[in-house]
């Protein structure tokens, strides 16, 4: 059943974004499927974006966000600063930014 | 059997008795939608208890009203085939209020006729188990309702209670002006009158927090007699409470007893037939739901910032005010600590009031914290070790003078807004007791423009939505 306040997936909705939602022993997450990405800053053009909404959202708001597949620059072909880190949800290594 | 009762926030009552309360001295008519509240056990009546919330009054207009006359109205009833249509896209209950200019409290067999046709209308077009609510309202302000149910043998039931809330908190319900008086409560009876203790008797209050403020305003409540209350926490008793909780012992630390079944026995000892139901649980958890939907009024007692925000976003949903106690005490590092600050709080939140995120009185970045550390120690760990979440500090200094004052403080509110002894805007939204420099202030805050809870009347009374009070458990 989801979980998402109406107002969020009325948003998500009406901007045609296509989204699931998981829970993972309590953590909640949604997951924004092939979103585009700014243009020739990364090696990939698309990813999916995962965010972990928090209890108590929308009174708190979420910290951090998390994409698959990993992204490095263009520039460099490194992974941005400080976006280097595993975060493990859903059976996934998701990159931590 | 089930309990039903029903709640209007100041401004829709306001707006209510505008309409139908005219100097012509005639009968008048309007629509009020409710939205629901469930309670699968009210705690003390352990029956379900279904709340109505209203969200919106829609008067008749003049033009529709047929006749309208100190004994009679009769109106066109396209008024009431557009409220039964928006009661089914939104999952609504219409109840029909109307006035009786003469002062007669109670249905007449006219209403009686009249509303029958208008339960047969609404079962007609939104089908079997349509329920309405019917709601006369008298010169004075005074209401009584009931609710249609089809199919039953009687046709409806009365509502227990209708509540009122805002700056004041009004309570009709069918004996107020009968019920007997206890002789214990005869004195302050002497200052306030008999209609504050049959008040006080007929409320449902829950406290949340069961400390130093907490256990002085559950005891207070109890001398006063509030005739139902219920406890949630989901501590101990430890020695260090000692110096602040009222009603715990010793024995209780070495027992390792919960704080709130100290509470319960305490005040079941004190024989004043207050019925105390304790809840061993955070406010957050889902088991807390059904009491916390069954309570007129609660007082918000935690020190913890992720219980505040629930109950901030409870105050508007289930239009329950909330009282809410805050005590800072802040010294330096000195062997005899100077006092840096020493503020005590009581700030009452609900329809018409500035929400405690408004206020910036919780921190949402340490509800966040403590929410996560109660759901996830692990990631809380993780995170404090990255130096991503602040950490629990040293426990904070408390002293019972000044915790029971804020219990006081907070106590008299309630009396206040139940009674109106400091009379017209006599209710203080916010009033800070400085302690240390000896004096009271009232700060003022205009709710955020875009604030979900407290700027508009959106989520005023939406009740029971999925998710719960549409936000992340």
């Not at chain 2, 904070?396 to 008299?412: D, H, K, Q």
Request: hydrophobic share 40%; aromatic share 8%; proline share 6%.
């Amino acid at each position: 059943m989801s979980f998402l306040p109406a107002r969020d997936r009325e948003y998500l909705e009406s901007k045609e974004i296509v989204f699931e939602e998981h829970d993972e022993g309590g953590q909640k997450g949604i997951i924004l499927k092939d979103r585009p990405l700014p243009v020739d800053r990364f090696d990939t053009e698309k990813a999916d974006i995962l965010i972990l909404l928090p209890s108590g959202y929308p009174d708190t708001a979420p910290d951090m966000f998390y994409l698959l597949p990993w992204l490095k620059l263009t520039n460099g072909g490194q992974y941005p600063r400080r976006a280097d880190q595993p975060f493990q949800f859903k059976g996934q290594s998701w990159q931590r930014w | 059997m089930t309990i039903y009762s029903l709640t209007i926030c100041t401004e829709d009552y306001e707006a209510l008795t505008a309409h139908l309360v005219r100097e012509d001295g005639c009968e008048r008519a309007a629509y009020l939608l409710c939205r629901k509240a469930h309670a699968g056990i009210d705690p003390w009546e352990r029956q379900v208890h279904e709340k109505f919330l209203v969200t919106h009054v829609i008067p008749v207009p003049d033009e529709d009203v047929e006749e309208s006359t100190p004994v009679r109205i009769s109106w066109r009833t396209r008024s009431f085939v557009r409220s039964l249509k928006e009661a089914v896209s939104k999952d609504l209950v219409v109840a029909i209020a109307h006035n009786h200019p003469t002062g007669m409290l109670e249905f007449s067999t006219q209403d009686d006729a009249n509303e029958s046709d208008l339960l047969q209308g609404a079962l007609n077009r939104n089908g079997d188990g349509t329920r309405i609510l019917s709601v006369v309202l008298t010169p004075d302000g005074q209401m009584a309702g009931r609710i249609w149910l089809h199919p039953s043998g009687t046709g409806h039931e009365p509502l227990s209670t209708i509540r009122v809330v805002g700056p004041r908190i009004a309570l009709h319900y069918p004996d107020r002006a009968t019920m007997l008086d206890m002789p214990a409560l005869h004195r302050q009876a002497l200052a306030f009158g008999q209609a504050l203790n049959r008040d006080l008797r007929n409320l449902r209050i829950g406290i949340v927090g069961y400390g130093g403020t907490g256990s002085a305003v559950a005891m207070l409540l109890a001398r006063l007699g509030v005739g139902q209350i219920v406890l949630f926490d989901n501590d101990i008793v430890d020695q260090t409470n000692l110096n602040r909780l009222h009603g715990a012992r010793q024995a209780d630390a070495d027992a390792m007893r919960q704080k709130v079944e100290v509470a319960a026995r305490e005040i079941a000892e004190l024989g004043l037939g207050v019925r105390a139901v304790p809840v061993n649980a955070c406010v957050g958890d889902p088991v807390c739901r059904d009491a916390l939907k069954s309570c007129d009024v609660l007082f918000g007692c935690t020190d913890d910032h992720d219980g505040r925000m629930f109950l901030n976003r409870f105050a508007y949903y289930y239009l329950t005010p909330v009282i809410d106690i805050g005590l800072a005490i802040d010294v330096d590092n000195e062997d005899v600590p100077n006092i840096k600050a020493l503020d005590g709080r009581v700030t009452v939140i609900g329809p018409g009031h500035t929400c405690l995120l408004c206020r910036e009185i919780i921190d949402t970045a340490i509800a966040a914290d403590q929410a996560l550390q109660r759901k996830n120690p692990m990631e809380y760990d993780k995170r404090k070790a990255e130096a991503y979440v602040f950490g629990e500090g040293n426990p904070s200094p408390a002293v019972v003078t000044f915790t029971t004052e804020l219990a006081c403080m907070g106590v008299n509110e309630l009396l206040h807004r139940l009674q109106g002894f400091r009379g017209p805007d006599g209710h203080a939204a916010n009033r800070v007791r400085r302690f240390h420099h000896n004096e009271d202030r009232r700060p003022g805050r205009h709710p955020r423009p875009d604030c979900p809870l407290c700027a508009s009347k959106d989520t005023w009374g939406a009740g029971d939505v999925h998710p719960f009070m549409d936000r992340i458990e």
